[in-house]
């Protein structure tokens, strides 16, 4: 309950339904109790009796399963009914009348010796289907239920509320005979689910959806509830499911731009950053790329506008020595609106940047791409040259012109293969596509992992699964979404799932 009013869950896509790792919320009594269209069950105690089936509808059979709790997956149960003795499975008498020749008809009663039992048997768990049946008779004894119900219990907690921390299943079973049964369980396996909610502001109720708009190296972090401890222990993450859907543009960042550093590099009128590179022919089949812009992490205070361009090398000797002067491949111009706080404090961000008229960039040659200021300042992030993961760019260099003729190597320190933190963008062909999403798992160990998948989600929600492999995260997971593409995307039915106290898988 929150502000004295029971606070409902909401989901903006369509096809992802609640119930779908509902019984994940228990954690959470305002969200477990907001499902919509869910059973009310009680706890009740184990029983030897047996309970009375009423011949020719379904019978009610409440049966407690002990460990199991409301917001269990289960994995694998198995399930055996014990036939009580007691009153056999009686069948009506038959009427037959035969006539032989001209004789007179003779009427003889058929009525089978009543077999002890159950006749025609049939089991389901509300509200679901029935999972199970068996024709003919079944005699007082155990009989094993041949089938895994997982998926049927999986269903049913989903659809039932449990308050008194154990879970009852309710069966509903059918018979053309009177009788009396026990359910008895075997083999029960299951993980335990913690459903994500986040709170909306604007109507007080809890979303269990995230709407995400993404520009090319945008980061987003989602941090998770935390699950509480088991048996005083965090509890062994075995994996992360959610539901990804979204809509993005063809293009695609071709390089991973690196964690901050911290330093910077100022372009304004005086200073110009020039980034020269060599793709490899190895990482591109197509023996190239058709290179549309290119994205930046900027720092800035005010207003600025830059320029920039792409020129091959000037072919001074070296493979990279420095960009020519002549005509440019292609070229841009982009405005910076000054940082909307006002406060003019610098702030950061990823900036694309699309150029006029795109350009094709043959691997094995060498390009320059050269930003300078027009007008104002801002500052290029940089990266150290350890932090440069194997990808499709096998040489680089950076350079920086102070207004003069000469560009000089940018250094930090005694590294003289600095980094700036930018990619190129191009359009992907069917041989060196890249997708739209790379979804990581934060668990605050930075030696655990790493734990991501990749995704490129259209309209229609598809699965994403990370698993992690039983890590812990005492302080609480965090989902880190990262783009190689501009566009929005949901993410929905964020499910952790997580071991019981006792180490079953």
């Given at each position: 309950m929150t502000g004295g009013r029971l606070m409902a869950v909401k989901t903006g896509s369509p096809a992802m339904a609640l119930v779908k790792g509902g019984r994940g919320l228990a954690y959470d009594v305002a969200a477990y109790e907001s499902r919509d269209q869910v059973m009310i069950i009680p706890a009740v105690t184990i029983t030897l009796a047996g309970t009375a089936l009423t011949p020719g509808q379904e019978t009610e059979v409440l049966v407690p399963l002990p460990g199991l709790r409301p917001n269990a997956d289960v994995k694998a149960i198995r399930a055996t009914l014990w036939v009580l003795p007691g009153q056999a499975a009686t069948q009506e008498p038959s009427t037959v009348r035969v006539r032989e020749g001209a004789g007179a008809e003779r009427t003889f009663a058929i009525a089978a010796d009543p077999r002890p039992g159950l006749s025609n048997v049939s089991i389901r768990l509300a509200p679901g289907e029935v999972f199970w049946s068996r024709s003919g008779v079944l005699e007082p004894g155990d009989h094993p239920i041949p089938v895994d119900f997982a998926?049927?219990?999986n269903a049913y907690l989903d659809a039932t509320a449990?308050?008194?921390g154990t879970v009852s299943l309710?069966?509903?079973i059918r018979t053309d005979t009177p009788g009396q049964v026990l359910i008895r369980f075997g083999q029960l396996v299951f993980t335990l689910?913690?459903?994500?909610t986040w709170p909306n502001d604007l109507d007080g109720t809890l979303?269990?959806?995230?709407?995400?708009?993404l520009g090319h190296h945008s980061e987003v972090r989602l941090p998770l509830s935390v699950i509480a401890p088991l048996d005083g222990h965090p509890p062994a993450l075995a994996r992360i499911v959610m539901e990804v859907s979204g809509r993005f543009g063809p293009e695609r960042s071709l390089e991973d731009t690196g964690r901050p550093a911290g330093e910077f590099c100022t372009l304004d009128v005086d200073h110009a950053l020039?980034?020269?590179?060599?793709?490899?022919?190895?990482g591109l089949p197509a023996g190239g790329v058709r290179c549309t812009g290119f994205s930046i992490h900027l720092r800035q205070s005010g207003e600025a506008e830059l320029y920039a361009e792409l020129q091959?090398?000037?072919g001074q000797g070296d493979l990279l020595s420095a960009p020519a002067t002549g005509p440019p491949l292609t070229k841009a111009n982009v405005v910076l609106a000054a940082p909307p706080d006002g406060t003019g404090q610098p702030a950061e961000r990823v900036v694309s940047v699309r150029f006029d008229e795109p350009t094709e960039l043959r691997a094995g040659l060498p390009y320059w791409l050269v930003i300078k200021g027009v007008r104002g300042a801002a500052q290029a992030g940089l990266r150290a040259s350890a932090d440069v993961s194997p990808g499709p760019v096998l040489e680089e260099r950076l350079r920086i012109n102070r207004g003069g003729r000469m560009w000089k190597q940018v250094r930090r320190g005694g590294d003289d293969r600095t980094r700036a933190r930018m990619s190129l963008i191009y359009v992907p062909g069917p041989d060196d596509g890249r997708a739209a999403l790379d979804v990581a798992v934060d668990t605050g160990d930075p030696a655990a992992g790493p734990f991501r998948a990749l995704a490129d989600p259209g309209a229609r929600p598809e699965t994403?699964?990370?698993a992690l492999g039983g890590v812990t995260a005492p302080d609480g997971a965090v989902l880190v979404v990262r783009s190689n593409a501009a566009g929005e995307c949901t993410i929905a039915g964020v499910i952790q799932e997580y071991a019981p106290a006792d180490g079953a898988p």
């Open positions: 998926a049927q219990v449990h308050h008194e309710r069966f509903l689910l913690q459903t994500q979303r269990a959806d995230r709407n995400l708009t020039a980034r020269g590179l060599v793709l490899d022919p190895a091959p090398d000037a994403l699964a990370i």
